[in-house]
């Protein structure tokens, strides 16, 4: 069996019209130079320090907005705070995630090979994760990538390679939304 790559983290390569975008780390810049300048102001400014209860107020908030700051700019730096794009229109990409028996899986590994949503629609769908299908879709339903990933078992894993599908090649029901 090949190793195929998750759609998570393989829909950037799969398409020249996707692309990946990071948050904005404002708010982690904004609260550590706010924790800074209380700690500078703690420690250089004269006559802070003989007012205890207000010199530990700044001193405490300071350093709880380094650490929030450090936290958030961990997680942007190494964790996952990317999403895809779709460049045409600069909207981000929908993720839908539908659950399926181990039963449909073959039935629905055809059909959305094919594209055809329309029909994966009215397959029944379980409350146990068995078989997931996840669907991005641009917010225009010009492109749809979907995949679907076997979660039985302690792991998961891809059973199809993505499936990239542009406008006019695919069937898309609304009650997949």
């Not at 708010?27 to 924790?35: F, M």
């Not at 400014?45 to 929030?68: D, F, K, M, Q, R």
């Not at 958030?72 to 229109?89: E, V």
Request: aromatic fraction near 14%; proline fraction near 5%; hydrophobic fraction near 40%.
């Amino acid at each position: 069996m090949e190793k195929t790559e998750r759609i998570d983290r393989g829909i950037y390569s799969c398409s020249a019209q996707i692309r990946k975008k990071y948050t904005n780390p404002k708010w982690a810049l904004t609260v550590s130079v706010i924790g800074l300048a209380l700690i500078f102001f703690y420690w250089y400014v004269p006559g802070v320090s003989e007012h205890v209860l207000l010199a530990e107020w700044i001193l405490t908030l300071g350093v709880c907005g380094l650490l929030t700051a450090v936290t958030l700019l961990f997680f942007y730096l190494f964790g996952d705070c990317a999403k895809p794009f779709y460049i045409p229109t600069g909207q981000p990409m929908e993720r839908t995630e539908l659950y399926f028996d181990d039963a449909e899986a073959e039935k629905v590994k055809r059909l959305a090979e094919a594209g055809d949503f329309n029909a994966v629609s009215r397959v029944p769908r379980s409350y146990r994760p068995g078989y997931m299908l996840v669907i991005y879709r641009s917010s225009d339903r010009q492109l749809v990538c979907s995949q679907l990933i076997d979660c039985n078992g302690v792991s998961s894993h891809p059973v199809t390679p993505i499936g990239v599908f542009e406008k006019g090649h695919f069937t898309f029901s609304e009650s997949l939304l």
